[in-house]
């Protein structure tokens, strides 16, 4: 079988950029927090690349472990694995590929981030098989997309302090909260083929959890403000991230794919509020 150049970017989502989106900003939060402001070039660039290197084999390896239902599945169903447009072996090669690529820039970095970089393999690599196991699939996928901030302090201060942790956390609860919204978009379909999730688990109290849990991850992000001693424009982005969590409850509200689905997609502007408020009150500390 050839190798189609074409249909190996869409199996690392490349297509479908907002997943980067949703995985640099929080290791942007943690960069900039580590450095007070203005992390080094070169550790920056490592970073960003391991981001778009580790959801590009995330997004590989999830396909392979869904290649035998995603045809079933309205919204997967022209993924190239269950077209057949990549065979499951390529998607091996690949994700392998990917893997190597993400070992030999994380090689750059001090050894403990090194070490660290083994939990981010084994969460990046379990994710997309304990929708079979559990219902809880998107703390795997929480922890998997946060693993990089503890990795991000360890590699700039050569230890995690506790406010770390808790940005972590933060990331974690939020991450649930808008993966449980992407997987109300497929919870009728993921019913019929045994695909367990969040949005199952929590059923008629989907919205109500999802908001409590954007809630619990903005109130852990103030009081991080509190203890890096943040000024306005830190305060500002959490606000206005509560506003947008406010918009996103009018879209999911109703549980209609397309609601769900562009709420999703939004909460990359909550990622990027925090960012630019992070980055601007160490601008004007500095």
């Not at 809630?215 to 852990?220: M, P, V």
Request: glycine share 6%; with cysteine.
């Amino acid at each position: 079988m050839k190798h189609n150049w074409n249909a190996y970017a869409r199996l690392m989502r490349l297509d479908k950029p907002v997943g980067i989106y949703l995985l640099l900003w929080p290791t942007l939060w943690a960069l900039l927090m580590a450095a007070q402001g203005l992390p080094p070039l070169g550790i920056t660039l490592i970073f960003v690349a391991g981001v778009v290197v580790m959801r590009s084999a995330g997004c590989v390896i999830n396909d392979y472990a869904d290649r035998k239902v995603d045809g079933s599945v309205k919204r997967t169903a022209q993924r190239p694995l269950a077209t057949g447009e990549v065979s499951a072996k390529q998607a091996l090669q690949l994700f392998g590929a990917l893997i190597a690529l993400a070992f030999v820039l994380v090689l750059f970095l001090n050894w403990q981030t090194i070490a660290l970089s083994v939990v981010a393999l084994l969460l990046a690599a379990s994710y997309p098989f304990m929708k079979r196991y559990t219902n809880l699939p998107q703390v795997v996928l929480g922890a998997a997309f946060g693993w990089a901030i503890p990795m991000a302090f360890m590699a700039v201060l050569e230890t995690v302090p506790a406010y770390g942790w808790w940005l972590f956390i933060a990331n974690l609860l939020w991450t649930v909260a808008y993966d449980t919204m992407y997987a109300m978009v497929d919870r009728d379909d993921d019913l019929q083929i045994g695909i367990k999730s969040t949005a199952i688990l929590f059923g008629k109290n989907d919205v109500l959890i999802v908001m409590l849990l954007q809630g619990c991850a903005l109130t852990i992000l103030w009081c991080i403000g509190l203890t890096i001693n943040a000024t306005w424009p830190y305060y500002t982005a959490v606000l206005f991230s509560a506003l947008l969590c406010v918009r996103q409850y009018q879209l999911i509200k109703r549980r209609q794919r397309e609601g769900c689905f562009t709420a999703f997609i939004e909460n990359h502007y909550i990622g990027l509020a925090i960012t630019l408020g992070t980055a601007l009150h160490f601008c004007l500390v500095r």
